[in-house]
T-cell receptor, first 116, second 114 residues
């Protein structure tokens, strides 16, 4: 099976712009989670989608949003970019069922966003 | 609240040495899951192991072994006979049973010198 793919791999934007990142989960996986990784804050959970519904959300401002499509692909959007949004954004998928029991997350290579 | 502590920020060892990476967690749940991931310089997090709170059996996989002790809330990871390819950042993570929001520790950067 192909792994989790993320596009683009690298992105450079300027403050105030908006950006959309894409994630394709492993075939058959229905849950997609997003994380932000920075040197100062480490790995932080953004949100999780299951069957096109946001099921969990981390402690990030409303500028960060996401969605999931019927094929389980997911996008996350950051509006009004700030310098502090520069980070590696990681997407993970799991074959989590509706019961919500913990399952292994498999990560993509990430999108490195630089905000100038 | 969940919390994961990895007290060792950076470790350097010489090839063939054994090394143990520590992980201490906090949770009020009786059902939870613990994970270890490896992040090589390429950036992708590679899954190593998953353990649920009811399974305290230690596990060995090749040169890797894990020691889970609920009494001390620890889930330590040992690499035996380390190799240069083991150089990476290693993360311990905790997940409650009804959430997919993993809480990651700060990571331990392991450098294995030839």
């Amino acid at each position: 099976k192909a792994g989790v793919t993320q596009t683009p791999r690298y992105l450079i934007k300027t403050r105030g712009q908006q950006v959309t990142l894409s994630c394709s989960p492993i075939s058959g996986h229905r849950s997609v989670s997003w994380y932000q990784q920075t040197p100062g804050q480490g790995l932080q959970f953004l949100f999780e989608y299951f069957s096109e519904t946001q099921r969990n959300k981390g402690n990030f401002p409303g500028r960060f949003s996401g969605r999931q499509f019927s094929n389980s692909r997911s996008e996350m959007n950051v509006s009004t970019l700030e310098l502090g949004d520069s980070a590696l954004y990681l997407c993970a998928s799991s074959s989590l069922g509706a019961s919500g029991l913990g399952d292994t997350q498999y990560f993509g290579p990430g999108t490195r966003l630089t905000v100038l | 609240a969940q919390k994961v502590t990895q007290a060792q920020t950076e470790i350097s060892v010489v090839e063939k040495e054994d090394v143990t990476l520590d992980c201490v967690y906090e949770t009020r749940d009786t059902t939870y899951y613990l994970f270890w991931y490896k992040q090589p310089p390429s950036g992708e997090l590679v899954f190593l192991i998953r353990r649920n709170s009811f399974d305290e059996q230690n596990e060995i996989s090749g040169r890797y072994s894990w020691n889970f002790q609920k009494s001390t809330s620890s889930f330590n990871f040992t690499i035996t006979a380390s190799q240069v390819v083991d150089s990476a950042v290693y993360f311990c993570a905790l997940s409650e049973s009804y959430g997919q929001n993993f809480v990651f520790g700060p990571g331990t950067r392991l450098s294995v010198l030839p």
